[in-house]
């Protein structure tokens, strides 16, 4: 028997919808946790299109939220120590993105400073990371909420300014540089002679802002613990989001051995141990008990879960709805059997989709 026009309306609708929910793009969510005013800087990568901020102004505890489409791409970052007089002159004290105003207007962040970036959709799937390639101003943490797959929270709880080297530091103490930023030569920047992952290996300054911060890039090539996908999601982006009572049990294994395993192979690669000039030599740089390594995806109070498994949208409609189901059952024996098939069919269908229907 050929399907009937209401069975094959269904099979519509529910094509439709998943197609609708898995390119609806991403909500970015802004949470501002530091005891100070953060200025957050948006840049989207060219060819994607701008959001409706390119920077603004979040004081401390308020949050603001943005929405993306699908395939845009680019990253996010917190200014501090912002003083815009409306001259078109001031500056952040840290990541500033030169423009002079709140708004950053296509600019990006100047080194050093904690980065946030994202692809979305990219083959059905956003890809995300915490960047400390170009050094750390703040804490950062990047939470995925709605989303298929394998979907982990990533940034950076420790405050790297409190343990950074000496020969790392900003000038006013309120950042702390990457090696590249700090020395400018190949081999702690991955480029000339270091411009492949098999030349341009860890250093002993990058594995220390890896101990610190698990999950954040800490040099160029530092793609397999650090980049994460999810499909579907919204995220929310927190700035100094070290409050206990927002931390959770968080599955990543502490780095204490592999970092112990590779960092004399890394110190070698600074030229000279005994050489006085060594920029190695002095380095305190000691990971906070816990810090980067025990907090989760579980911040229930930064609202960015609270529509999981909600209903008032109507998504819940169809299996909440019987009728068809019950019309099946009340068909007459001669066309129930015809109508077997098709209903295995919608029942495969609808248990293979209902997890898109949940978190759309």
């Known amino acids: 028997m050929d399907p009937s026009p209401r069975h094959t309306y269904l099979l519509s ?11 609806k793009g991403a909500t970015f969510t802004f949470v501002n946790r530091c005891e100070y005013t953060v200025w957050p800087g948006i840049l989207a990568n060219a060819g994607s299109p701008k959001l409706d901020s390119t920077g603004f102004e979040l004081p401390k505890g308020s949050s603001r939220s943005f929405q993306a489409p699908t395939g845009w791409s680019g990253r996010f970052w917190g200014r501090t120590g912002c003083n815009f007089d409306g001259s078109g002159s001031a500056i952040c004290q840290t990541a500033d993105c030169g423009s002079g105003q709140a708004e950053c207007n296509g600019l990006g962040a100047a080194p050093p400073a904690t980065l946030a970036e994202f692809t979305l959709g990219a083959g059905g799937q956003d890809f995300y990371d915490v960047s400390l390639v170009d050094g750390y101003n703040l804490q950062m943490v990047v939470e995925p909420s709605n989303g298929l797959g394998d979907c982990k929270t990533t940034g950076c709880l420790a405050d790297l ?25 190949p081999e702690y920047c991955c480029n000339g002679a270091y411009s492949t992952p098999a030349t341009c290996r860890p250093t002993i300054y990058s594995e220390m802002f890896k101990a610190a911060c698990p999950r954040s890039y800490s040099y160029a090539y530092d793609d397999a613990t650090s980049t994460f996908t999810c499909s579907g999601a919204d995220y929310t982006v927190t700035f100094c989001p070290s409050s206990p009572s927002q931390k959770s049990s968080w599955d990543y294994p502490a780095p204490a051995a592999a970092s112990t395993a590779t960092t004399s192979s890394a110190t070698s690669q600074v030229s000279g141990s005994d050489d006085s000039s060594n920029p190695v030599s002095g380095s305190q740089f000691v990971s906070s008990p816990g810090s980067g390594l025990d907090f989760g995806s579980g911040f229930s109070d930064l609202g960015s879960a609270d529509s999981i498994g909600s209903t008032e949208d109507g998504t ?18 001669a066309t129930r059997t015809e109508s077997s098939s098709l209903f295995a069919l919608l029942s495969t269908t609808v248990t293979l989709f209902l997890p898109l229907l949940y978190w759309c």
Do not use: H, R, V
């Open 13 to 23: 609708i529910l094509i439709i919808f998943t197609l609708l929910c898995t390119s």
């Open 161 to 185: 300014n409190q343990q950074c080297p000496t020969e790392l530091k900003a000038e006013d103490g309120g950042a702390c540089k990457s090696a590249c930023g700090a020395f400018g030569s």
């Open 316 to 333: 819940g409609a169809l299996l909440a709805d019987s009728s068809f189901l019950a019309g099946l059952a009340m068909e007459n024996p």
